[in-house]
Nanobody, 124 residues
Framework: QVQLVESGGGLVQAGGSLRLSCAAS????????MGWFRQEPGKERVFVAA????????TYADSVKGRLTFSRDSAKNTVYLQMDSLKPEDTAVYYC?????????????????WGQGTQVTVSS
């Protein structure tokens, strides 16, 4: 069984920063693809960023390029989403996801494992 636990969400003013963490346990993630998605109330879950667990290949949604950075700490089995220059439109619940295959995936249907989500609210 795979467990993903997000943390680090909160309330921040526009232009501020937050760092989300996603701690993974239960499986070895050395070959897994990881992703971050976000969801606003009443809307579909949308892609934010993805990368392989190993290697540096990363892809971002156009709306967050240059502002968000997806990184990992293999020793801690944890991935991070550094969020800078935040905007009110970044407000959403952010989810960490893992896919038990190699690749970079932007569709939520490719991911088998999900965290519980963490709320990010950006005030104007």
């Amino acid at each position: 069984q795979v467990q993903l636990v997000e943390s680090g969400g909160g309330l921040v003013q526009a232009g501020g920063s937050l760092r989300l963490s996603c701690a993974a346990s239960g499986r070895r993630f050395s070959r897994y693809a990881m992703g971050w998605f976000r969801q606003e109330p009443g809307k579909e879950r949308v892609f934010v960023a993805a990368r392989g667990w190993t290697g540096g290949s990363t892809t971002y949604a156009d709306s967050v390029k240059g502002r968000l950075t997806f990184s990992r700490d293999s020793a801690k089995n944890t991935v991070y989403l550094q969020m800078d220059s935040l905007k009110p439109e970044d407000t959403a619940v952010y989810y960490c996801a893992a896919a038990d295959t190699i690749g970079l995936f932007t569709s939520p249907t490719n991911y088998a494992y999900w965290g519980q989500g963490t709320q990010v609210t950006v005030s104007s």
